[in-house]
């Protein structure tokens, strides 16, 4: 009865590994729901030019991973980040302004 027991926890606890590790693995094809809808945000703190690089890197996965809908709601954030970016940088010019 002990042995049947003790299968059963163990079987119980590999069932439950399974999941975790799964959920630690970052797969390149996924998406990033922090930037994208600011949900899974908890584990998540970026500066203004990592979040810039990553949104970036995300809008270069490109429609393998994204709805067009997506894309464009990535290159707005971007541009807002950006913007955000040169306003808080003195001397620096704004891409307008060197057009």
Not at 9 to 25: D, T
Not at 61 to 84: Q, S
Request: charged letters at 30%; glycine letters at 4%.
């Amino acid at each position: 009865m002990k042995k049947i027991w003790a299968l059963i926890i163990v079987s119980g606890l590999i069932a439950m590994a399974g999941p975790v590790s799964a959920v630690e693995q970052n797969d390149t094809n996924e998406k990033e729901l922090c930037i994208l809808y600011a949900r899974d945000c908890a584990d998540k703190l970026f500066n203004l030019q990592e979040k810039i690089r990553h949104m970036q890197n995300e809008l270069a996965k490109g429609a393998t991973v994204y709805r067009a809908d997506e894309i464009k709601k990535l290159k707005e954030k971007l541009k807002e980040a950006e913007d955000m970016m040169y306003a808080l940088m003195p001397n620096s010019s704004s891409p307008k302004e060197t057009k």
